[in-house]
């Protein structure tokens, strides 16, 4: 069985930070592709940023220069920093590992950036 725990999410003003992580268990975690998504409210769920198993990264263009993706194989762990946030940043963040047909996701983290 798939387990997440996810952490780091809250209120935080614009122009802060945050870092949120993502456990993993009951997986290879070092074969797994991972990534962050989104969702606001009364929007579609979106890709935030993902990580291969080899370390390679892509992010979406509203949060380049601003957001980090990492892992942390030893740690069955992925982490997101993120500086600079935004209003527009605010939503469920939720953690995604996948392998070919294998899709798991995590519970989910609220993340709100108000002033």
């Known amino acids: 069985q798939v387990q997440f725990v996810e952490s780091g999410g809250g209120l935080v003003q614009p122009g802060g930070s945050l870092r949120l992580s993502c456990v993993v268990s009951?997986?290879?975690?070092?074969?797994?592709?991972m990534a962050w998504y989104r969702q606001a409210p009364g929007k579609q769920r979106e890709l935030v940023a993902g990580?291969?198993?080899?370390?390679?990264?892509n992010y979406a263009d509203s949060v380049k220069g601003r957001f980090t993706i990492s892992r942390d194989n030893a740690k069955n762990t992925m982490y997101l920093q993120m500086d600079s946030l935004k209003p527009e940043d605010t939503g469920v963040y939720y953690c995604?590992?996948?392998?070919?047909?294998?899709?798991?996701w995590g519970q989910g983290t609220q993340v709100t950036v108000s002033s």
């Open positions: 995604n590992v996948k392998r070919l047909i294998f899709d798991y």
């Open positions: 009951g997986v290879n975690f070092r074969i797994f592709a």
């Open positions: 990580i291969g198993t080899s370390g390679i990264t």
